[in-house]
């Protein structure tokens, strides 16, 4: 074990501060990442603030995690000292179950242990995120990144990326198809590069105007804002595929009516109850809702292999690791353009 400086939350009421964590020694199968850079997603602020009734602290959050590899295992094959390596929400499962072995790990049918605010297979040792300088995961669990992209702004993709791509591959978005992505944050900004890359039309449906030509500059080819009854109007049973990203409960009964037949919306925002709406509005025109979580690990890497064929990386705003409990404000008050990375140089180490 060794120790390693980070930034915790020891309960949901406190700002997060900085803490000592330890880390495991690296195993065969390990790789040790030397963390340059950690995207800070909607759920660190949810599961720090104890929003999802389900947080122990104290809690080092983070989930976009980027560095170096420092070291490996005798094991290892995929990965050598000096490479840039990604770790997301995932870091560990049972890997035996019948969603392990179609490599969908964040389904594992026995435990995942998620990065942060989840613990170790032995369902007893909790696990610490990337506000910290180093980690040592299964190589199974790292995925590699190409040193074409710019390694801070690749840290989203492994949280905001992922969770986008994988809707959108699994639902056999494409070409000829009218895609709507609801919610111009961390997740719609990847949400609108990725289909855009997939060949679909991409309408951004936000409820900010403002956010409008930032949504063209993305790749957009349309811009539907949600508060404008009209424009929403028009646009009716028009949709093949929806995108939900909108981080709280809400009526989704106006988008729902945005779906064509057999149109299908994906929520990927809110885990929190969404409001009643007529079933109904389901029937007709057969119109599906389903949900989807992050992507399996090599999803994970297919994706990362896909940004840099395509030079896709996020849309970031540098800060301070001590500056997160202000950037967290930020987050809540809707401004962020389009992802906050924490540069992990600025830990402080006293
Ligand atoms: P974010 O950066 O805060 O973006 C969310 C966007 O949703 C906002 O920029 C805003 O866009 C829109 N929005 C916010 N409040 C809204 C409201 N009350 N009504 C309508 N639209 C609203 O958040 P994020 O990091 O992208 O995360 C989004 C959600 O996904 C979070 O709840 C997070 O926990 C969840 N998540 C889920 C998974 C998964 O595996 N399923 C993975 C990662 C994150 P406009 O200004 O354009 O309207
Ligand atoms: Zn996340
Ligand atoms: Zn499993």
Avoid at 3 to 26: G, M, N, Q, W
Avoid at 321 to 327: D, G
Wanted: hydrophobic residues 40%.
């Amino acid at each position: 074990m060794f120790e390693v400086h980070a930034y915790a939350a020891t309960d949901a009421t406190k700002p997060l501060a900085p803490f000592k964590i330890s880390r495991r020694d690296v195993g065969a199968h390990d790789v040790h990442i030397e963390i340059l850079y950690s995207g800070v997603c909607h759920s660190d602020l949810h599961q720090a603030k104890g929003d999802w009734g389900n947080s122990t602290f104290p809690m080092v959050p983070g989930h976009e995690i980027v560095g170096r590899v420092k070291a490996v295992g005798s094991a290892v094959k995929k990965l050598k000292v000096g490479d840039y390596a990604g770790v997301g929400c995932m870091v560990d499962s049972c890997r035996e179950c019948e969603s392990c072995k179609k490599d969908l790990e964040q389904y594992c049918l026995v435990h995942t242990s998620f990065t942060y605010n989840g613990t170790e297979q032995d369902k007893t040792t909790p696990t610490q995120g990337g506000y910290s300088t180093d980690i040592v995961v299964e190589e199974r669990f790292v995925v590699k990144i190409s040193k074409k992209l710019d390694l801070k702004a690749t840290a989203p993709l492994l949280c905001a990326g992922i969770t986008t791509y994988s809707p959108l591959r699994h639902w056999k978005v494409g070409k000829g198809q009218k895609v709507g992505i609801i919610g111009l944050g961390g997740l719609g900004h990847m949400g609108v590069k990725f289909a855009k890359a997939m060949g679909a039309h991409v309408t951004m449906i936000t409820t900010s105007e403002a956010k409008g030509a930032d949504a063209k500059r993305l790749g957009a080819d349309a811009v539907l804002v949600s508060k404008d009854a009209d424009a929403m109007a028009k646009e009716a049973a028009s949709f093949d595929f929806l995108l939900n990203t909108i981080p709280v409960s809400h009526d989704v009964a106006p988008y729902v009516a945005l779906l064509k037949l057999d149109g299908t919306m994906v929520l990927v925002g809110a885990l929190t109850p969404i409001d009643a709406f007529a079933g109904g509005s389901l029937m007709l025109p057969r119109r599906t809702i389903a949900g989807s979580a992050i992507g399996g690990m090599a999803e994970t890497q297919e994706m990362m292999d896909f940004c840099a064929k395509h030079n896709i990386v996020s849309d970031i705003e540098m800060v301070d690791m001590a500056s997160i409990n202000e950037t967290y404000e930020r987050l809540v008050k809707n401004d962020v353009r389009y992802r906050f990375v924490i540069d992990m140089a600025t830990m402080p180490k006293g």
